[in-house]
């Protein structure tokens, strides 16, 4: 058996190693599984660079979710089977071919789920339908708005607001196909930033209805234009920083308006609410997965022998969609 592992942090695509890997055989309450199909996200490539808020002990095997098929449970395991598709736990390093994990972090997945759509499951879509059900307490007919709205969670979540009867406001950096996917995903509204006055376009889509939320993914001088985009008293949730740059919010917005900011990791989510309510999310979610309505753009699937190549297309900012990792494939 094999498995990525990096021994010092630094680039990915120099540091990473394709290694020699005995999973050994599942003891009382474990479970021996195949991995099938786990993504590569920008958490782990900051990860393996050392960047990331939680670093691991070195050596360490990359992977924070994917899914897997049960090959042997060990004694006393009894809600898993042989031959079932599961989720493996966050965070257990999953760039491998076989793992060993405490059964009862399995989470059984439908039968009919494609393996690399649901090895996304654990972290955006989770993270869309937090970002949604958590901050604010949205009902059927409200308006959000996010930018980087053509990134993974920003599909999951134009998809889930669309079944709950939110309406969304996306802005994308580029026009064209992306348009067109986030159309086909239920988007209400979707606006290419060209550097126009994007609050006047928002104030004359909504009319006079209130924005209450609002979702950023970029940091530095697009949070700002997200705050100048909500109504007085809305919110403001930051879940990441693509740009690199600290939130820019002009003070007179907080003060003036009564702009509320605020962020997320899904981390603290887990360690605040525990593990029962995040299988009870995963559940629902499964099973928008299984039955299609929630999917995600793959730009590539690769074998481990390839994880140089892999996280090279991950790493390139123009890609169309997420890099899956299939290490039961071979070069």
Not at 173 to 182: F, I, K, S, T, W
Not at 213 to 233: F, K, P, T, Y
Not at 292 to 307: D, K, W
């Amino acid at each position: 058996m094999r498995a990525i592992q990096f021994s010092r942090f630094g680039n990915p695509a120099e540091v990473l190693e394709l290694v020699d890997h005995d999973p050994g055989y599942p003891a009382d309450g474990e479970a021996l599984v195949t991995v099938e199909a786990t993504p590569i996200h920008p958490s782990d490539l900051l990860t393996v660079s050392g960047e990331y808020g939680l670093l691991p002990p070195l050596p360490a095997t990359p992977g924070n979710e994917g899914v897997g098929r049960v090959l042997e449970a060990g004694r006393g395991v009894s809600h898993i089977k042989t031959g079932d598709l599961v989720l493996l736990p966050l965070g257990s390093g999953t760039w491998c071919q076989q793992m060993r994990s405490s059964a009862e972090e399995l989470v059984k997945l439908p039968d009919n789920t494609d393996p690399v759509q649901s090895s996304m499951m654990t972290i955006n879509p989770l993270t869309a339908d937090l970002l949604l059900g958590d901050i604010v307490d949205l009902q059927p007919g409200d308006w959000i708005i996010q930018n980087a709205a053509n990134s993974s969670v920003g599909h999951y979540l134009a998809a889930l607001a669309k079944q709950r009867g939110i309406k969304t406001i996306n802005l994308v950096r580029r026009g064209g196909g992306v348009e067109l996917q986030l159309n086909e995903l239920g988007a209400t509204e979707v606006i290419v930033d060209k550097g126009q006055d994007i609050p006047d376009q928002v104030k004359a889509i909504v009319g006079g209805d209130p924005v209450r939320l609002a979702i950023d993914a970029v940091g530095g001088a697009g949070s700002n234009v997200l705050a100048r985009c909500l109504s007085e008293g809305g919110t403001l949730v930051s879940y990441g920083r693509m740009s690199g740059q600290a939130c820019e919010i002009d003070p007179s917005l907080l003060i003036f308006r009564d702009i509320r900011v605020t962020g997320f990791w899904l981390l603290n989510w887990l360690r605040e609410h525990g593990r029962q309510a995040m299988v009870q999310r995963l559940h629902s979610l499964s099973q928008h997965v299984a039955a299609g309505r929630l999917r995600a753009e793959i730009a590539g699937t690769y074998p481990l022998e390839r994880i140089r190549d892999a996280v090279r297309q991950a790493q390139q900012s123009s890609r169309d969609g997420k890099v899956v990792l299939t290490p039961e494939a071979h070069w």
